[in-house]
């Protein structure tokens, strides 16, 4: 049942810890492809992702590179087996992409890191108009090859590109909200960190609920739910805390110095995201934050906390009572949040 709690007590995991890097084979290894593997993201999630006992086969698909990234991989000494695809050569008369159709053939999980990076000065919206026709084009293929499939979405802007991926799906008539997520485990990811920072705590005991979407003030962590917080910090720091959440990517991309973005912990956060649904689909019980289609507020898709079945995301689950702080922010951010979308839907229909 694809439903929404008012009301939650979740444990999102996000722990290293909890993922075994182990060589043995899991009970059900699942095949994951990997789409943009020879990326800045692509390459460091394809190598935690080679590491997981869960994953039987790691399809690595990207517009060049590919095959060295894969050869890399291959020498890992875990279970998992590896590919690399390219592009299909052209060809008279014109075929289809062979290679992205070996990639994704038999596929249960594909995570897509695809498209451009953001520069200095930059925002997840400035990416849209290269993103999201790469987007869009994935997941035509990922409708024809693997329709069954559960898509993680990572490219930017995530607000965006979800409501593509699902407009897409839906026009090929294999659309199914329970397998289609935005990944925003880097949110939770750095609210941990920074909470375990003004704490004092091993950010891995931590767990912030991070609600909305995934660009700028659509993030919004909900700080107050955390154990001991509110006793500890003023109204000042929780709200230093607050926009450093939301804006983290900001501080990565001017300390790079036009270098790059977050691309080491996205990888990180896009392992954790997929290492979860495949432990649930094993049958775990596995509750964490994404960005999905959603009834818990007026906006179509909306990220809080979720339950994760074999089939995906089993219920939407509540984010429980605002502070007067969190719902001012709220109010701020569902306006924006609900544009982003649209924008998305419009692109894919146009």
């Given at each position: ?23 043995t ?34 399809s690595?698909y ?28 052209g ?12 990639a ?10 695809a ?20 987007v ?215």
């Amino acid at each position: 049942m694809f439903a929404s709690a008012s009301r939650a007590t979740v444990s999102i995991a996000t722990k290293m810890s909890k993922a075994s890097f182990s060589s043995t084979t899991a009970a059900a290894s699942k095949k994951v492809a990997v789409l943009g593997a020879a990326g800045g993201i692509g390459q460091p999630l394809s190598m935690l992702l080679k590491l997981s006992p869960h994953v039987g086969e790691l399809s690595c698909y990207d517009i060049v590179g590919t095959p060295g990234v894969a050869a890399d991989l291959s020498h890992i000494p875990t279970p998992a087996k590896i590919s690399g695809d390219l592009p299909a050569a052209g060809s008279w008369p014109p075929k289809g992409n062979d290679g992205i159709a070996r990639a994704l053939t038999g596929c249960d999980v594909v995570v897509i890191p695809a498209g451009v990076p953001r520069k200095p000065g930059m925002t997840r919206d400035d990416l849209f108009n290269t993103n999201a026709g790469i987007v869009k084009g994935l997941v035509e293929s990922c409708a024809e090859h693997c329709p069954g499939a559960i898509l993680a979405i990572i490219s930017n802007p995530v607000n965006s590109t979800v409501p593509i991926a699902a407009e897409v799906l839906k026009a090929r008539g294999v659309y199914d909200p329970k397998k289609l997520c935005g990944v925003t485990t880097l949110d939770v990811c750095r609210a941990n960190t920074f909470v375990g920072e003004a704490l004092g705590k091993d950010p891995r005991e931590v767990d912030v609920t991070v609600i909305g979407g995934h660009a700028g003030i659509t993030i919004l962590p909900l700080f107050s739910q955390v154990p001991g917080f509110m006793d500890a910090v003023d109204e000042k720091k929780m709200d230093a805390l607050t926009v450093r959440t939301q804006f983290g990517g900001d501080e990565v991309v001017k300390a790079k110095a036009g270098a790059g973005s977050a691309t080491l912990s996205m990888a990180y956060a896009g392992y954790v995201f997929t290492e979860n649904v495949l432990r649930a689909m094993d049958g775990e019980e596995i509750t964490q934050c994404a960005f999905v289609e959603s009834t818990l507020t007026d906006a179509p898709y909306f990220a809080s906390p979720c339950k994760f079945g074999p089939d995906g995301v089993t219920e939407v689950l509540g984010y429980g009572e605002l502070t007067a702080y969190e719902k001012g922010w709220f109010d701020k951010m569902l306006p924006d949040l609900k544009k982003q979308i649209q924008k998305g839907i419009d692109f894919a229909n146009n």
